[in-house]
């Protein structure tokens, strides 16, 4: 038990991972309000005929469910305008010019640790907690803190310190991550053992707060087609896309079935390995195209969660994407005009690397950071 009952409101989306952590700091004797977040409204942010429109509808039903049960206040708050401007907007912007970016990274930044962490401490909460699967270490002297560590969490399958990675530690030392010591299998458990109504739901899964919706017709509500040359690294033309918003690096393509019309012998898929914007053209390769790997890339816009950047040269682990193995690398800071980039270099080649994805930098356990893949 905590010695002060501390003021925390926990964001509660509906989903088990949440419910469990609104139970588990009420059983650590915090002051614990559930808050529910709308944040996407299909009817009012796409267009009026959407078909998934007020989807947070059930989700929130589900967080009344287990509030009443935790005999804990749940309050609604509308966070659509911020959503809309700074994760939507952001994304479509991504595409429109031929990149892949990431919505969730943006979220978290903006949204849950920015606006939702904002209010938080506007109606008199110390902390918000989440969800996530994520450690924290803090230090303090004289309950100031003065450093705080983001570290990968127990369920190594589960751990979203990736997601997490732009956060820095003025917004880390308001936040907690109760599940951070638990395996997903040990949380069902636990939402079994307090009777919540969640303990067997699904995970959501798509894109933050929207849902599984497929991205191309996603997309195509806001991004007009913009038809180009389809071709391979040599030149070859090999067909027609759709416009580049709607590849992406690594995506397979099917265009098998020209190849013996274009006396290609090699009967096997080809794979985006490219995207010439300027020229509007989409490039493809079979699957050992030397495009499709990288040996080193240039990452930009860098967040270091410790407010300052690492001794360089720096020999770490990195992570392109969610759940991908943690790879070797090293890094150095190369200079540009008003901003500074990093050169990082793969210990292996790295396949369908993606401009507008996010390099994530890790060591001992320890997340650092990390920034935008730009070549």
Not at 107 to 112: D, G, H, R, S, T
Not at 209 to 235: C, N
Not at 322 to 349: I, M, T, Y
């Amino acid at each position: 038990m905590i010695k002060k009952k501390e003021k925390v409101l926990v964001a509660m989306s509906g989903g088990v991972d949440s419910s469990v952590a609104a139970a588990l700091l009420l059983k650590q004797g915090y002051d614990v309000t559930g808050m529910f977040a709308v944040n996407y409204n299909a009817n009012i942010q796409m267009n009026a005929n959407a078909t998934n429109g007020d989807c947070w509808l059930p989700d929130y039903r589900d967080a009344v469910r287990v509030a009443a049960k935790l005999r804990i206040k749940l309050i609604k708050l509308d966070f659509q305008k911020e959503y809309k401007k700074l994760v939507l907007d952001y994304m479509f912007r991504e595409y429109r010019v031929g990149r892949t970016p990431n919505p969730d990274v943006t979220c978290n930044k903006f949204v849950k640790f920015g606006v939702w962490l904002r209010a938080a401490k506007r109606l008199g909460y110390a902390k918000l907690a989440t969800g996530h699967y994520a450690k924290l270490s803090q230090k303090s002297i004289k309950s100031k803190v003065y450093k705080v560590r983001l570290l990968q969490a127990k369920d190594n399958n589960k751990d979203q310190t990736y997601f997490l990675h732009q956060l820095n530690k003025k917004q880390l030392q308001h936040v907690l991550f109760p599940l951070g010591n638990y395996l997903k299998s040990e949380v069902r458990k636990l939402a079994r053992k307090f009777d919540l109504s969640t303990a067997d739901k699904e995970e959501s899964m798509g894109i933050c707060f929207v849902g599984e919706v497929p991205m191309r017709e996603f997309l195509q509500a806001s991004i007009a087609q913009k038809k180009g040359k389809t071709s391979l690294s040599d030149g070859t033309i090999v067909g027609e896309h759709d416009g580049l918003a709607f590849y992406t690096i690594g995506q397979r393509e099917r265009l098998v079935i020209m190849n013996y019309e274009l006396g290609i012998k090699r009967d096997e898929p080809l794979f985006v390995v490219n995207k010439d914007v300027k020229n509007n053209r989409l490039i493809v390769g079979y699957e050992d195209d030397a495009l499709l790997y990288k040996k080193e890339i240039k990452v930009g816009n860098v967040s270091w969660i410790s407010g300052h950047s690492p001794k360089f040269p720096l020999k770490c682990m990195v992570r392109l994407r969610h759940r991908q193995p943690l790879q070797e690398c090293h890094c150095e800071e190369e200079l540009a005009r008003l901003r500074s980039n990093l050169l990082v270099r793969f210990a292996k080649p790295q396949r369908a690397v993606t401009p507008g994805q996010f390099a994530v930098f890790y060591k001992n356990n320890e997340c650092l950071g990390g920034g935008e893949i730009l070549l």
